[in-house]
Structure formats: C-alpha cells, structure tokens
C-alpha cells in the first residue's frame, strides 16, 4: 500500500506515517533545465560562474543544454536540398 492510504491506515492503528520523498518535481525540473542556459545568460556572467562554483553539477548541465541547444538550432536552421 502507498501514498494516502497507508498514511491513514497508519495513522488509525496509532502509527505515525513514514514520510516518503515525492518525485513530482523531476518533471518540471527536466523542463527547466532546457531553458536555464538562456536564464543564466540574462543574468549575466556573474551568475553563471557563481552557479559553476557553488553547484558545478548543475553548471555541467547548464553548458550542455546551451550546446544541446546550438546543436539542434544549427540544424533547424540549415537547408536540404532536394532533387525534383
């Protein structure tokens, strides 16, 4: 049993609930990391070497969805051409 009911079942036998950590923020946060380089680039560079200094895990994937997104632009971008 998860989540509200084992919560309550606990709670009625005179238990006090495990606190279990919730994973519903790995969807947003997934989404914000493909826009936090362009975030961190109106911040200005001050921040973006303070976000590199103080949690460089995440300065990582900040570069790295910087150049996932001039990668994927760059292809947007160029032109086939096709023969008729």
């Known amino acids: 049993m998860q989540g509200r009911a084992a919560a309550l079942q606990a709670v009625s036998g005179g238990e006090k609930p495990v ?9 947003p946060m997934s989404r914000g990391i493909g826009v936090i380089d362009q975030v961190l680039a109106a911040a200005g560079p001050q921040k973006q070497r303070e976000i590199l200094f103080t949690a ?3 300065g990582i994937m900040v570069k790295l969805a910087g150049l996932i997104r001039s990668i994927f632009t760059g292809l947007s971008n160029t032109t086939v051409n096709r023969a008729k």
Do not use: D
């Open 56 to 58: 460089p895990p995440l």
């Open 19 to 27: 606190k279990q950590q919730s994973t519903a923020m790995l969807g």
